[in-house]
């Protein structure tokens, strides 16, 4: 019932920032989760990072914790992932997604959302 629009992908050298975007439409939103997920070739779906829609509160992977910084704008129903000192095994399609009509089930596994994005390819160059 959420239409989610990524946007901000591309390709990056490494030690450069990308920030993508998704905005969900139709709706102001006031609780439930955004996230994002990524996929790189040959490789299954991994969590990235979680925000609370209302309260903020945020949680990284290992991976990326210290590099990525997920926020969102309620007023404009969008989620962003900003992402800096980019490594190469950051390469990978980047999915958002949500579950903003209740809390439940695991933020960290795609089963914990409902909407996704379409993805966008993010690449690393070295």
């Known amino acids: 019932q959420v239409q989610l629009v990524e946007s901000g992908g591309g390709l990056v050298q490494a030690g450069g920032s990308l920030r993508l975007s998704c905005a969900a439409s139709g709706r102001t939103f006031s609780s439930g989760r955004m996230g994002w997920f990524r996929q790189a070739p040959g490789k299954e779906r991994e969590f990235v990072a979680f925000i609370s829609w209302s309260g903020g509160s945020t949680y990284y992977a290992d991976s990326v914790k210290g590099r990525f910084t997920i926020s969102r704008d309620n007023a404009k129903n969008t989620g962003y992932l900003q992402m800096n000192s980019l490594k190469p095994e950051d390469t990978a399609v980047y999915y958002c997604?949500?579950?903003?009509?209740?809390?439940?089930?695991?933020?960290?596994?795609?089963?914990?959302?409902?909407?996704w994005g379409q993805g966008t390819q993010v690449t690393v160059s070295s």
């Open positions: 997604a949500a579950r903003f009509r209740y809390y439940g089930g695991s933020y960290y596994t795609p089963a914990g959302y409902d909407d």
